[in-house]
T-cell receptor, first 116, second 113 residues
């Protein structure tokens, strides 16, 4: 079974500062993928960044980077230079398992509020 | 252009009256997911398809059924909706590859009266 844990229900950050959203995971599979999604109040899920279990480099996408520590089973999202439009729910998610049974499992989410 | 389309965006149904939500995709993806998301909670996976292979989550109530007649379409049937089934229902698609992102529709918000 797969499990994603996000321990920060809510976070505040000042505009233009960096913020780290925590995510830990648990799986018995050796191959897995880790994802971060953003969900604004409008409800759509927006893909942000991906990290594969065998990737040696931390993933980066613009202002988003993923701090991947495999031994600690953590995949924290770092948002640099926060903007007001970054205020949203952020979900960490994982896919693992055999090809036909790769469920995408989400954590409980972190609500980020960016303050001017 | 939208690649994953859910209809309707808003659905009001009566307690106990069967309702069907639909999802279509133009991406030709193998995998389709149905999630239930209640207010301020994580999306909860109900079931997913890999092609025609159906995978039901162990805690998905029997009240929820799904059909996938072809690659492009997938339906969520709620046989007897209860007040607790009011939620946002999200459909998503992806390929079978481990690292490919899932593309989400805009969701159907279900209200049960």
């Amino acid at each position: 079974a797969q499990k994603i844990t996000q321990t920060q229900p809510g976070m505040f950050v000042q505009e233009k500062e960096a913020v780290t959203l925590d995510c830990t995971y648990d799986t018995s599979d050796q191959s897995y993928g880790l994802f971060w999604y953003k969900q604004p109040s409008s409800g759509e899920m927006i893909f942000l960044i991906y990290q594969g279990s065998y990737d040696e480099q931390n993933a980066t996408e613009g202002r988003y980077s993923l701090n991947f520590q495999k031994a600690r089973k953590s995949a924290n999202l770092v948002i640099s230079a926060s903007q007001l439009g970054d205020s949203a729910m952020y979900f960490c998610a994982m896919r693992a398992g055999d090809t036909g049974r790769r469920a995408l499992t989400f954590g409980s989410g972190t609500r980020l509020q960016v303050q001017p | 252009d939208a690649m994953v389309i859910q209809n309707p965006r808003y659905q009001v149904t009566q307690f106990g009256k069967p309702v069907t939500l639909s999802c279509s995709q133009t991406l030709n993806h193998n995998v389709m997911y149905w999630y239930q998301q209640k207010s301020s909670q994580a999306p909860k996976l109900l079931f997913h398809y890999y092609d025609k292979d159906f995978n039901n989550e162990a805690d998905t109530p029997d009240n929820f059924q799904s059909r996938r007649p072809n690659t492009s379409f997938c339906f969520l049937d709620i046989r007897s909706p209860g007040l607790g089934d009011a939620a946002m229902y999200l459909c998503a698609t992806t390929t079978g590859g481990l690292g490919t992102e899932a593309f989400f529709g805009q969701g159907t918000r279900l209200t049960v009266v």
